[in-house]
């Protein structure tokens, strides 16, 4: 199924991960030929009665429970709803949630925990780049799996995770066409201080120089950050014709709201933001927001039957005003698409599972999406947004079709070098 020369790449890429975090995926494994994506691991899961565990992992608190605690839900809500239509192969869920606390090393414990201790056959969570990458040698380790919902940086893949949230050709690529088509000659780059924001920034400085852009500008803040004046006043002074904003977690409503006060609207300096969904506005205030852009795979205004299904379930499951975001659809699509490998590899083991992912697809609510086997990514049609007076987000432009996950941007000649080797 995966080539020698992708895995390989990812090992050089869990090599990178904290070392403690191959302690922990350690902790109570036993040696058997059954482990999966290579590795000696025991599994502890148990198959022999009536219900099977599987276990999620978000922020339920922190600077990142703005936005996870919604991916909770969504996550819920699926289980509940595959539980009513049977279970998987027959078995009920039995859920084991966990809190990450917006912490990576506490996500890889917890990660490990669900693993050894809780015995889940698969996790479901994560959102920032830097927890994931504390989970990747913990579940190589381990031989399990995680299926990890929210759009990153690319320059990834394991044979141990699921990523249906969008890789940077499905999501930032196309948010730099659509600013590039508008007549877009300079950026200001804004992100928070970790992975994912870093690596983006450094993909789109490549872009940019490939394709006639000015960066005007690069500038970090720590997650959770919250004073921006200094860093309003550089993008004010540098007058670029767009902000391209990676800040994640609740240092937007920080950012917005003296972007505002600064006097910068979304027609006189837009900003393209790539972690602020449906669930973020009303918490960053609806004024600070209307006409800014987004770029993403899923709006709750998307038009489709599955869509419709999915929005009122979750209205009716969590109340009439709340809404639905591309993270927590990504994250609901996730426990389907898991639900059908295992069904069609008649197995809940990792091995197993791994290989009959290739070419599963679900009728998700953002459309029918598509496993790619070799890179564990989905197939996923790029939307570009407008926040709108309503606190929803509008879409002005899609691709029209779904994107083959392209996380190493091997197709893109601006890109040679960015995955160093």
């Given amino acids: 199924m995966s080539t020698p020369r992708t895995w390989g790449r990812v090992l050089r890429a869990a090599s990178l991960a904290v070392t403690a975090t191959l302690l922990l995926a350690s902790c109570g494994s036993r040696v058997d030929d059954a482990g999966g994506g290579g590795s000696s691991a025991e599994s502890c899961v148990d198959t022999s009665g009536g219900s099977v565990k599987i276990g999620f992992l978000n922020s339920l608190s922190g600077t990142m429970a703005i936005s996870e605690k919604t991916v909770h839900d969504s996550l819920q809500l699926a289980a509940k709803q595959i539980n009513a239509q049977g279970g998987v192969l027959g078995k009920q869920l039995e859920v084991v949630s966990e809190d990450g606390a917006s912490e990576p090393t506490v996500f ?40 990890y919902p929210v759009q990153y940086e690319g320059l990834e893949a394991s044979p141990n995770i699921f990523y249906t949230g969008a890789t940077t050709n499905q999501q930032i ?120 852009l ?91 947004g407008k926040v709108g007076e309503d606190g929803l987000i509008h879409t002005v432009w899609s691709s029209g079709k779904p994107i083959e996950p392209d996380p190493y941007l091997e197709s893109y000649d601006w890109a040679k070098g960015l995955s160093a080797g």
């Fill in 294 to 384: 987004t770029s993403w795979n899923y709006y709750q205004t998307v038009d489709t039957p599955a869509n419709k299904e999915f929005v009122k379930a979750f209205k009716d499951a969590y109340g009439a005003n709340r809404v639905t975001s591309d993270p927590m659809e990504a994250a609901y699509t996730s426990l389907f698409l898991w639900k059908a490998m295992v069904e069609k590899a008649k197995s809940f083991a990792t091995d197993d599972v791994t290989k009959a992912a290739d070419g599963v697809t679900f009728d998700a609510p953002e459309g029918t999406v598509t496993v790619n086997g070799e890179n564990h990514h989905i197939a996923k049609t790029a939307l570009i």
């Fill in 108 to 147: 890889a414990e917890k990660a490990n925990k669900l693993i050894s201790s809780d015995c889940v056959a698969a996790v479901f969570g994560g959102w920032t780049s830097s927890s994931r990458k504390a989970m990747l040698p913990v579940f190589e380790g381990a031989g399990s799996l995680l299926f």
């Fill in 173 to 292: 690529v196309p948010a730099l066409d659509y600013l590039k088509q508008q007549g877009t000659k300079s950026l200001f780059l804004v992100g928070s201080d970790y992975v994912f924001p870093r690596t983006a920034n450094k993909i789109i400085k490549a872009y940019a120089k490939a394709n006639g852009m000015q960066i005007k500008g690069e500038e970090y803040a720590p997650l959770g950050h919250t004073d921006f004046s200094t860093i309003t006043n550089k993008v004010k002074a540098a007058g670029a014709d767009a902000v391209f904003n990676t800040l994640n977690g609740d240092s937007n409503v920080a950012f917005f709201k003296e972007y505002r006060n600064a006097g910068l609207t979304a027609e006189q300096m837009p900003v393209v933001s790539v972690s602020i969904a449906e669930e973020e506005v009303s918490g960053i205030g609806l004024q600070n927001l209307v006409g800014q």
